[in-house]
């Protein structure tokens, strides 16, 4: 999508980290922008920011864990501004332990914010989308843990594998529709995303204090999220299928792809 200004975006979990940093940077496009969030105030402040920049901001209260509560942000975005340009399924939390550690609570919570929240904004938005005119762009936060695995992380790995996927798919499927999609493939960004459990849904065992002081090390040395912001824009603009922050885990991609490559050369050595 080349031309953002006057255009609408919708952002899941707009109020903090990598979605806040994606609103400050639509808006300094000229788009005006919707931030749904499970935490009403936090998105409000970002609202507050966002219209500084001379555009138009709407904070919505939405747990995207819940299809109803994605629909309603749907109805109220289309409602308020009659037409959603870039969605960005973005909201995501994480639990650490390895697999013999987590609990089933553990599972579901992040399978029902990172993988089912992404597919209830699928669901809510695409069948408007695509009767909408014009071009259309779906921004949905991976990671590089959706490329390959990060250990004490499966569950948030998972969920992430997934969302490239979808991702892949997406963009295939809306060929002829004026719809693309990318995967925002985000490596660490100065965010809250370590406590993320200071928001998990009560259904899910209720808010929990985080004690990962390297994980929230690393974190905290990461990209700055504004900066994230402004890569994705750029990405978008570009129509980039996947939308890489820190081109130096090189490396980690190669190997991966290595890996494919030999076991696919093994298997024709095999049936040869
Ligand atoms: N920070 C990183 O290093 C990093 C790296 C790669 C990908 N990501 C991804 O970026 C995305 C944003 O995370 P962040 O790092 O900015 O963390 P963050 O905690 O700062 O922001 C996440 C936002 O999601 C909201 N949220 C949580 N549960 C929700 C729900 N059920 N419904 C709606 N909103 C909900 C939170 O209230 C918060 O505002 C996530 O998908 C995360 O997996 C982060």
């Not at 849904?201 to 690393?218: I, K, Q, S, Y």
């Amino acid at each position: 999508m080349k031309d953002l200004s006057g255009k609408n975006a919708v952002i899941t979990g707009g109020g903090s980290g990598i979605g806040r940093g994606m609103a400050l940077a639509f808006a300094d496009a000229g788009m005006n922008v919707v931030i749904a969030d499970v935490e009403l105030s936090a998105a409000g402040a970002v609202q507050a920011e966002v219209e500084k920049l001379g555009v138009r901001g709407l904070a919505i209260e939405t747990d995207v864990t819940k299809a109803d509560s994605v629909e309603a942000l749907a109805e109220a975005a289309y409602r308020e501004l009659g037409a959603v340009h870039l969605l960005c399924n973005n909201a995501g939390v994480v639990t650490f332990g390895t697999i013999d550690q987590l609990t089933r609570a553990d599972w579901s919570w992040v399978l029902a914010v990172n993988l089912h929240g992404v597919i209830h904004g699928l669901q809510a938005f695409i069948p408007r989308m695509k009767e909408q005119p014009g071009e259309k762009h779906v921004v949905n936060t991976a990671s590089t843990a959706g490329m390959w695995p990060h250990p004490a992380l499966a569950p948030y790995v998972a969920s992430k594998y997934a969302v490239v996927g979808l991702s892949e798919t997406l963009r295939m499927e809306g060929t002829g529709y004026g719809l693309s999609a990318s995967a925002l493939c985000a490596g660490n960004t100065k965010t809250k995303i370590v406590t993320s459990a200071r928001n998990r849904l009560p259904e899910f065992g209720g808010p929990e204090t985080t004690d990962e002081p390297a994980v929230e090390e690393a974190i905290q040395d990461g990209m700055e999220p504004e900066e994230v912001g402004r890569i994705v824009r750029q990405g978008v603009i570009d129509d980039l299928e996947y939308i890489w922050t820190h081109p130096d885990i090189r490396e980690l991609a190669d190997a991966r792809l290595d890996a494919v490559r030999s076991s696919l050369d093994e298997a024709q050595k095999r049936n040869a």
